[in-house]
């Protein structure tokens, strides 16, 4: 086999789980042939994806602003019924423009339970990330907190609209509007999804979408700033392409954001299939919690079925009446070759450079404490099916026995 075939799909073994001494941790085999991974790419289809390619190569069009990027901000910002979208090549990149051309400094209030790119896109441009606590169940910014952490100094309010289900919108606006703030939201987990009725895109001053290969909706990587302010979305147009405003004219600083046309084809291939990833992960979702429901001990985190939803992260809770500890099931389900993840764990504060720079914070996060040390990710996406979501639940039966 070359290292360029593609590797063997996990197969699910389907070996006899009983006792305790069936489990790979224990001397038993893995469950699963290959290594299961949280975060596989969901991937439209193959051959229009080759189509836009061989156009691409043929255009000898490859980047700044292209025909599949520009067609590609049209049909997101249609998607996602908003006025502009601006892409880029990541997330963490368009949360830095975001972050800059709403001239946010001094001090940001965000969670800590969050991929560290979002404090990280702070901390790069000298803000002063304002760790604030969640909600125990809701995972995401507890406005109460929030409104203690507000000083002086506080530009701004950055929430994330974490596994896809949407921040306290309304509440962070009154603190905002109370205190002058500009809000904004990372919207990295929710494409696809809605509050109120309404897609997540369109809320706060602009809101921030990654398309990196393991998110819901991917362009290999990518990513978006999506807005209804003409003037900030026009700003950010400078920004991403070093400030240019035609040739040898350079009226703002400015950075390199732009996407490559190769991840515009992918995103355009992908948004064709957005319906079909929903499918397949509400699918998988439904068997997860048809099959977590009658062990004791987990909580599957639920997403409000009134809403819509992208389902892309089974999110499982560990509660002290499991008789494992969430550390000794990661380690029994890896020993399987199921690559859950411990999502968003140990929290940005307790990451460097935070950690050293304040390392009392955690006193003031207790339920980010809590839910971190509880979570597992567990797998899903067009490459898991119903074998799989057995093999994966067999073994926390079997856990939760011994
Ligand atoms: N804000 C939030 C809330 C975010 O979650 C993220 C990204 C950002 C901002 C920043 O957006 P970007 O700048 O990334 O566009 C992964 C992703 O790299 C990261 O994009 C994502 N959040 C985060 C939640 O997850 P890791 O450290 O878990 O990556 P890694 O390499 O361990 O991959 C995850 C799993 O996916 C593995 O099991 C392997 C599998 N995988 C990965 C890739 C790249 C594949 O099967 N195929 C692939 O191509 O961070």
Known sequence: MSPLDPP????????????????????????FSQPLHVGRPNIGDHERFM??????????????NGPLAQQLEREVAEYLGVRHCVAMCNGTIALEIAIRALDLRGEVIVPSYTFVATAHALQWQEITPIFADIGEDTHNLDPEAVRRMVTPRTTGILGVHLWGRAAPVEALQHIADDHGLALMFDASHAFACSHKGRLIGSFGRCEVFSFHATKFFNSFEGGAVVTNDDDLAEKMRLMRNFGFAGYDNVIYPG?????????AAMGLTNLEDVSRFVAVNRRNYDAYRRLLEPI???????YDLAEQNNFQYVVVEIEATYPATRDQVIDALHAENILARKYFWPGCHNMQPYRSFYPHAGLMLPKTNQVAARVIVLPTGVSIDEAHIRGVTDVLRVMATA
């Open 296 to 302: 004791k001990g987990l909580r599957l985190l639920r």
């Open 51 to 64: 189509q836009y390619a061989r156009d691409i190569l043929e255009r000898q069009w490859l980047s700044n």
């Open 8 to 31: 063997p799909q996990p197969v699910c073994l389907g070996k006899e789980m009983r006792s305790a001494r069936d489990l790979a941790v224990n001397g038993a085999p893995p469950m």
């Open 255 to 263: 950075t390199n954001g732009k996407i490559t046309e190769i991840a």
